[in-house]
């Protein structure tokens, strides 16, 4: 690996209709209602978080993508392209943990093409190694607790209702 290059953490999450159900408040002696249409439609995130392996002082860099239902290889490689725009030819150890997409044929295959790209993965059950699964926590515990959107665009763009 290049010594002049980006650590990036890669993780995928999903969110849906379905409220991430957290502490409420409502006035004394009232229970609190938190009301929503039962609906699985659901969205996937991708996060890569990534760190100068040299410079600290460039800072970090977050990556975010969003689509409709599940990432597949193709989805991951999308997601892949886009990153290769985003750091604009810099060198890049990608940093992933083992979902299968990650290491399907297809992937493989591109991956052996890009000469900015070099993969790493996590252990297997190790999600406190990766960095972006704090993004993921926090966004579900936090920003999305109790949100009974009605649309997964009220989810994804964070509409308050």
């Known amino acids: 690996m290049n010594t002049r290059a980006w650590i990036v953490f890669l993780d ?4 849906s209709l379905l409220p991430q159900i957290r502490r409420a408040y409502s006035p004394r ?18 996060g ?15 990556c975010f993508h969003l689509k409709p239902g599940s990432y597949d290889t193709a ?18 150890a990608l940093v992933r943990d083992g979902l299968s997409a990650h290491w399907s044929r297809a992937m493989r295959a591109w991956v052996a093409e890009q000469d900015w790209l070099t993969l790493e993965r996590l252990p ?6 990766n960095p972006v699964e704090l993004l993921w926590s926090s966004l579900k515990k936090r920003e999305l607790a109790n949100l009974a959107g009605n649309h997964l665009a009220d989810v994804a763009l964070r509409k308050d209702q």
């Open 12 to 15: 995928e999450s999903g969110i």
């Open 124 to 129: 297997a059950y190790a999600p406190e190694l």
């Open 29 to 46: 002696g009232q229970t609190p209602l938190l009301r929503h249409r039962l609906n699985w439609k659901r969205a996937s995130m991708a």
């Open 48 to 62: 890569a978080l990534g760190y100068h392996s040299t410079d600290p002082d460039r800072g970090a860099r977050l």
């Open 75 to 92: 989805g991951l490689i999308e997601v892949l392209e886009q990153m290769k725009v985003f750091y604009r030819g810099e060198r890049v």
